[in-house]
């Protein structure tokens, strides 16, 4: 088959005169001869070349990298799985800020905005740091149950946020840098270690208390009621432990019971998108109840 002229590469390429000249000229598309008249001239393989040339350039490969696959000095699969890794963190990137900017567009507070994109540009490991440092502020050297299940319990913000979950992990940041909770997180951990944070039933009486405690919040019943007393009654019941120790036990409750700690939870599980979040607002509604109804009833 003759050599081609340039225009002729252009019909059969696809490709305009223009970048086939640019690519010539760059030394990825070199040209068989030339004409009598000095105009390039291009052998049969140029109309692959051409062709895998427009279709690595529109997948975004520099010609840097086309010119080292061209010269067998690296790989096509290769620099195929280098920019397909690149493109994977730029999506990341993308989405985050897609989740961010809708986020942000309920509100109007151009510091809101630099807060989120801070928070949600950073690193995976960074993001973990932060947990890390709570726990470290709050339980330093100490073995504590409590400690690794929040470490189980990490939230890990997915590549593809919702709104929700991004305004979720903005507040859960600030949460985890709050001074006030990091003291509070502090004098619950240390008192942990010589006093119990649930009555000696365990989950079981926990889980009731949860249940029939909520159950008179909904129900609008007063703490220092009857119908409280009875409540307690049927709890007591399932622990046995005599009216002596609900003030004791009231004392244990309050101390441990701060409303930011299922805030916490309840903000893990927007984040970590889980069904059934492990605490919610409405169980701290409950045990503070049931703290009150026991010192009504002491």
Known sequence: MADMTI???AKRSGLTVRT??????AGVLPEASRSESGYRLFGPGAVARARLLRTLRELGVGLG?????????????EIADRHARALDAQIRTLRLQ???LRAVAKHTDAEELQRMTDLTSMTVDERRRILDDY????FGDHMSPVAERL???APELPDDPSTDQVAAWVELVELLRDPDYIAASRRMAERAQTAEAAPAGGHQAAAAIEEQAGAAVRAGVAPD???ALAVIERLEALDPGGESGRL???ESLEAFTDRRVFRYWTLVGIVNGWPDPPATENSADAWEWYAQALRAHA
């Open 151 to 153: 470490r189980t319990g």
């Open 7 to 9: 225009g002729e590469l």
């Open 98 to 100: 897609r989740a961010v």
């Open 225 to 227: 009621s009857p119908e």
């Open 20 to 25: 086939l000249r640019f690519y010539a000229d």
């Open 135 to 138: 726990l470290e502020a709050v």
């Open 248 to 250: 004791e036990l009231a």
């Open 65 to 77: 990298d086309i010119k080292r696959v061209l010269a067998a000095e690296v790989s096509l699969s």
